[in-house]
């Protein structure tokens, strides 16, 4: 096969300002070239929440695309054209996480007297470390790479790609995927019940990249039908969302009023076992405040994840009070750590863990965090024994960590007067294709809301609490669902199953909110009966696309 020929000097490119300025980033080598694709990862990140310019990530994949050039060039062998493909790659990502992430920093100064030594280690390192997921995408789509707008499709299959890896191995972490520049809009975010989430990542990079052939194409056509293409679909996902939520607002279920709890406990004070009664007492008066004038009395009340300092279940003074706080027929949701008996010979076993506990303190139903936090919730296997030898323990002080919740996937938790509870715990409403349980057929009884109870106190008022906000949300308009989010610190809101914000609270604010269930969309939604399947139809058709050029060079 004849290896695809390198990028056009600027003699051949098209004239102009920007042809000029694209010939001058291909032909970047060493240092310079890596630290214009970090400079490009980092304008990037502007695209995730609280920012949300899209614009951003368009500037920083035409870069990518420019680079890619000159670092594929000629090359004819194999190994030439991974490296530096895949250092580029490398290059961008560490700029797109380390812009996107630096608040996980703040994490570490909560303890700082143990913690801080290794802050380098997750502002910097995290970043470092996943950047090779992007190194990986762009070495691929280096090896798809052809002059010409077919170039943009083996980016969107080489990134799209690795973004999917990134989101499921390891345990996944797919914070922050480029599809979520798409989906913070209104409008655009509705494509993701299709898609879902890595969908709208390969739509994101089709459409942001495509104007990199504005100022590299050879004739007409070659510079203007990508962006023309581009500009296309965006405005077919507006179309169709805008046709999707509709003017009105969605309905909502008769007979329920929820409480969402917003208690606003300091990280460095939350779990200090001294504070406990003086933290449950916090939480029953805000239980009780009346509503406002004319409204219902809450029917359930929310309170966000690990709400107590000790273990609940086994304080009977605790339980009493809490349930002696509730009037008659409501029922409380909370989080809350959990113990179970070991058996002879193991350790005590905890959990952090949802409980509905009905007036008088009985709990009725609970779920137990299934996807947990490496490194904050437990120490992965491999590293545990030796990192405890150097005095190192995950953030949260459990004694041996948590432990997963054994029935993988099956979320639904049962609290009389509502829906069956697609249950979540903090980041575990990042995972696309993870809400509902796992098997789940058409005969089952259909989930009729996403619960998600989060402690973002660890990360202060910085973007952070702000993108877990955004990805959650996005969950409800993959499944259809509304979504109910209680934080301790904030930002807990009620969304519905289109993604509009019905009410929410302030982050950082001591508060109630008050508001009533918006209902399920009926039938679900494409991706919540299919999956990642359409996303792999399209991340197939881009991999022929980007083939087909290939084979015609």
């Known amino acids: ?283 029953v008066e805000l239980s009780r405040r009346p509503p406002e004038a004319g409204e219902a009395a809450p029917t359930h009340i929310l309170w966000p994840e690990s709400a107590f300092p000790f273990l609940i279940q086994r304080d009977p003074a605790a339980m009493a009070q809490v349930g002696a706080g509730l009037e008659p027929g409501q029922h409380l949701i909370t989080g809350a750590a959990r113990a179970e008996e070991p058996l002879p010979g193991e350790r005590l076993r905890y959990f952090n863990a949802i409980m509905a506990i009905e007036p008088g303190g009985r709990i009725v139903d609970s779920y137990d965090k299934v996807h947990l936090v490496p490194f904050g919730e437990y120490l992965p296997a491999p590293l545990d024994a030796a990192l405890r030898a150097v005095g190192l323990r995950q953030f949260v002080a459990v004694p041996g960590g948590f432990s997963a919740g054994t029935l993988a996937g099956q979320r639904i938790l049962n609290v009389p007067g509502l829906p069956p509870v697609a249950a979540t715990i903090c980041y575990e409403a990042i995972f696309p294709g993870a809400i509902l349980p796992a098997g789940a057929t058409a005969a089952d009884r259909p989930p009729g809301l996403i619960l998600n109870v989060t402690n973002d106190a660890w990360f202060g008022d910085t973007p952070g609490p702000r993108q877990h906000l955004a990805q959650a949300r996005l969950r409800a308009v993959e499944e259809g669902l509304p979504l109910v989010r209680d934080a301790n610190t904030g930002i807990s809101a009620v969304i519905d199953a289109h993604g509009r914000v019905v009410a929410q609270l302030p982050i950082e604010q001591e508060a109630v909110l008050d508001a009533d269930l918006p209902v399920r969309i009926l039938g679900g939604t494409l991706y919540g009966r299919a999956g990642d399947w359409p996303f792999a139809a399209m991340l197939a058709a881009c991999l022929a696309g980007a083939l087909r050029a290939r084979r015609l060079a």
Not at 24 to 52: D, E, N, Q, T
Not at 110 to 137: R, S
Not at 223 to 241: D, E, Q, S, Y
Request: hydrophobic content about 55%; overall charge positive; charged content about 10%.
């Open 1 to 283: 096969m004849t290896p695809a020929p390198e990028a056009p000097p600027a003699a051949t490119l098209p004239g102009g300002a920007a042809a000029r300025l694209a010939n001058g980033v291909m032909l970047l080598r060493g240092w310079r070239r890596l630290a214009l694709s970090f400079l490009a990862g980092s304008v990037g990140a502007l695209a995730m929440p609280p920012f949300g310019l899209l614009p951003a990530l368009a500037v920083s994949l035409v870069v990518a695309v420019w680079l890619v050039d000159g670092a594929a060039g000629s090359r004819s062998t194999v190994a030439a054209r991974l490296r530096p493909c895949a250092l580029v790659g490398w290059a961008w990502g560490f700029g797109y996480l380390f812009a996107g992430l630096w608040w996980l920093g703040s994490a570490f100064l909560v303890e700082a007297d143990e913690f801080l030594w290794a802050l380098p280690l997750g502002v910097v390192g995290l970043p470092l470390a996943l950047g090779l997921f992007y190194a990986a995408g762009f070495a691929v789509a280096g090896l798809l790479w052809v002059r010409g707008p077919a170039r943009i499709a083996g980016l969107a299959f080489g990134l799209a790609g690795a973004e999917w890896v990134r989101g499921h191995v390891f345990t996944g972490f797919p914070w922050n995927t480029l599809g979520m520049a798409l989906g913070q809009n209104l409008w655009l975010m509705q494509s993701a019940s299709l898609v879902g989430l890595y969908g709208l990542t390969l739509l994101a990079v089709l459409v942001c990249a495509a104007p990199a052939t504005l100022a590299t194409g050879s004739h007409p056509r070659s510079r203007l039908g990508p962006t023309a293409a581009a500009a296309i679909v965006l405005a077919a996902m507006a179309l169709h969302g805008a046709e999707r939520v509709g003017p009105d607002p969605d309905p909502t279920i008769a007979g329920v009023r929820l409480r969402l709890v917003q208690p606003n406990l300091p990280q460095d004070a939350k779990f200090r076992p001294e504070n406990r009664q003086d933290i449950v007492d916090r939480y």
